[in-house]
């Protein structure tokens, strides 16, 4: 029996595709090729071009998306499932279509709600994340952190997602490192863990964020890093300043890929955090193969 599927996690600038038997990843593609990329009407082309080897070999496999590709600006907008979410929340709320050439399809819908700081939310994607992080990771309470262009601290509960924040750590970085005063006129960058951990030091102090970030420009024209550092000590501002909103002494999952979740790690090593490193990727699949199994009517 044929039990070959494709988990896709499209998103706003990458593709990744999960060419899966059942449970288990065979093969892999990423490209650089998210939805900022695709022209209009051209997302089932562009799929079936990206896929085109698989599809030869194995026929016209059922699709499983999710991510950007289900927003507004997506293939096809899918309404967010508001919180509390289980996972039959959301395979109830999923968009079920047919591409061009046959493969029967699924979009994820995201999920929506009201923030810890009382402000609208949303999310795509890292809610397969989260209900695959649950699914290995079994608790009544469970905390996780999300980095990376929009970070998400969530928190679930017995399995269902019941809130969460956005902080925008990774587009401020870009943003402040390539397109301010901060980054101009910067030689070629170096890692440099003393100055990230400088970042992560001043960050604890607290002060307001739009002064905290000018210290880039300050530390480095009073020679304290140097200039081949700055992109170090603004991730260090940056990443420590997200970390201030998790409560001391807590002990919270952290899902993503290993480099970044170990830059977060250590930032966390000076702010008194436990942050416990989960794979992305695999949180990705394991939480997509349960869905899949929902929208099949075979719960696993």
């Not at 930032?267 to 869905?291: K, Q, T, Y």
């Amino acid at each position: 029996m044929n039990n070959n599927w494709i988990a896709i996690d499209w998103g706003t600038t990458n593709f990744r595709a999960f060419l899966m038997q059942g449970s288990q990843q065979v093969s892999r593609i990423s490209e650089a090729c998210g939805l900022l990329s695709v022209e209009k009407n051209q997302f089932a082309p562009t799929l079936h071009n990206l896929l085109q080897t698989w599809l030869e070999q194995y026929g016209n496999l059922p699709i499983v998306m999710a991510g950007m590709v289900g927003s507004q600006q997506g293939w096809h907008e899918v309404p967010y499932a508001p919180l509390p979410c289980s996972a039959r929340d959301l395979s109830s709320r999923t968009l079920a279509f047919t591409t061009p050439w046959g493969s029967p399809a699924w979009v994820i819908p995201g999920a929506n709600s009201t923030s810890q700081f009382g402000q609208p939310d949303v999310m795509r994607g890292e809610e397969v994340q989260l209900l695959g992080l649950a699914a290995r990771h079994p608790a009544d309470q469970l905390s996780a952190l999300l980095p990376g262009t929009h970070s998400k601290h969530a928190q679930m509960h017995n399995g269902e997602i019941t809130s969460f924040s956005t902080f925008m750590t990774g587009e401020i970085f870009s943003l402040l490192s390539q397109h301010s005063i901060l980054g101009r006129g910067l030689p070629e960058q170096q890692e440099d863990e003393e100055a990230f951990l400088l970042g992560v030091k001043n960050a604890k102090q607290g002060a307001p964020f739009t002064h905290l970030i000018f210290s880039a420009r300050t530390r480095r024209l009073a020679g304290e890093i140097p200039e081949s550092s700055v992109h170090s000590y603004l991730s260090g501002l940056t990443i420590g300043y997200e970390l201030l909103a998790l409560p001391v002494g807590q002990h919270t999952w952290i899902v993503g890929s290993p480099s970044l979740s170990a830059r977060y790690q250590l930032a966390a090593s000076l702010l008194d955090l436990n942050l416990s490193p989960a794979n992305g990727d695999d949180c990705f699949i394991h939480g997509l193969w349960h869905l899949f199994t929902l929208l099949q009517g075979n719960p696993s």
